[in-house]
């Protein structure tokens, strides 16, 4: 049974700092390019960073660049997100997704970045 379980969301004052975790189980993990997304309330799904396989290449969104760092540890079927100087507009639903002959998403965690 495949399952992606991310955890490390919740309430953050702008200028913060958050680290997301993804612990997935069910699959070869060491296969798959993981990718962060994000959805604010009323808008779509967005592309927050993602890191092949190998961990050597990592792709950002313009936004996140330079504050959010994206990183996996094969060993513990794990993929993490750093997220530091949150912004109010880094306010969303963070989800995981795990990508190579067929994608598999996590059931998202709530990131609200607020004063």
């Known amino acids: 049974q495949v399952q992606l379980v991310e955890s490390g969301g919740g309430l953050v004052q702008p200028g913060g700092s958050l680290r997301l975790s993804c612990v997935a189980s069910?699959?070869?993990?060491?296969?798959?390019?993981m990718s962060w997304y994000r959805q604010p309330p009323g808008k779509e799904r967005e592309m927050v960073a993602e890191?092949?396989?190998?961990?050597?290449?990592?792709v950002y969104a313009d936004s996140v660049q330079g504050r959010f760092t994206v990183s996996r540890d094969n060993g513990k079927n794990t993929t993490y997100l750093q997220m530091n100087k949150l912004k109010v507009e880094d306010t969303a639903v963070y989800y995981c997704?795990?990508?190579?002959?067929?994608?598999?998403w996590g059931q998202g965690t709530q990131v609200t970045v607020s004063s």
């Open positions: 997704k795990a990508w190579y002959r067929e994608g598999y």
């Open positions: 069910g699959f070869t993990f060491g296969d798959y390019l």
């Open positions: 890191i092949v396989s190998h961990g050597r290449n990592r």
